[in-house]
């Protein structure tokens, strides 16, 4: 991935536009398939060392309600998405919530990019953390102004999806 980056600043490309970098990873001869996941993960790799700088409080992750455990979860939903009650051990949400919260970070469950928008207005977070598919990964990475980091869901889908808690784990 490094040689790819270095090869696409050699090139003078923004790596902040999804479109450019298209152009420019079908002119290295990528897979157009494997653009989005490429965007996402230069984008990470971009703003790593930025997202470090910022202590956890000034940082948000956001998770995906559709991570939680769907039949039995007792979380209420509210203004600002889902208060988890850690109610399964088993609940990747829950693990990831407890954890980050541990370490300092405000974390909220949502259902969707508007709300998430909505928070961080409010909120005016100096970096973003989100757990989510593809489709909303790169919507919040073409619309975010701000460092972000995003980890794709492993299992995607409306309900019971799935995550690596690990890789989430290892950027925050
Ligand atoms: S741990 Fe939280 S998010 Fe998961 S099922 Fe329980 S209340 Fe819902």
Redesign the pocket.
Same mark, same amino acid.
């Given at each position: 991935m490094k040689d790819l980056v270095n090869r696409l600043i050699n090139l003078g490309v923004d790596l902040g536009t999804r479109n450019t970098l298209k152009k420019a990873l079908s002119v290295l001869g990528e897979e157009p398939e494997n653009v989005d996941r490429l965007y996402v993960e230069i984008k990470n790799m971009v703003y790593r060392e930025k997202m470090k700088s910022f202590e956890p409080k000034d940082k948000i992750l956001f998770l995906p309600h559709c991570?939680? =455990?769907a039949d #039995?979860? #007792? %979380?209420k939903m509210t203004e600002e998405g889902?208060e988890? %009650?850690?109610?399964?051990k088993d609940? =990747?949400?829950?693990q990831i #919530?407890k954890y980050a919260e541990r370490k300092g970070y405000k974390v909220f469950?949502v259902p969707g990019g508007s709300m998430m928008f909505s928070i961080i207005r409010k909120y005016e977070p100096k970096g973003v953390i989100g757990v989510a598919c593809m489709k909303e990964l790169i919507l919040a990475a073409e619309n975010l102004e701000m460092p972000i980091n995003g980890v794709e869901l492993s299992k995607s889908g409306c309900i019971n999806t799935d995550v690596d808690v690990d890789k989430v784990k290892s950027i925050l």
């Open positions: 991570l939680r =455990k #039995k979860c #007792k %979380a889902y988890c %009650a850690e109610c399964n609940c =990747k949400v829950g #919530k469950i």
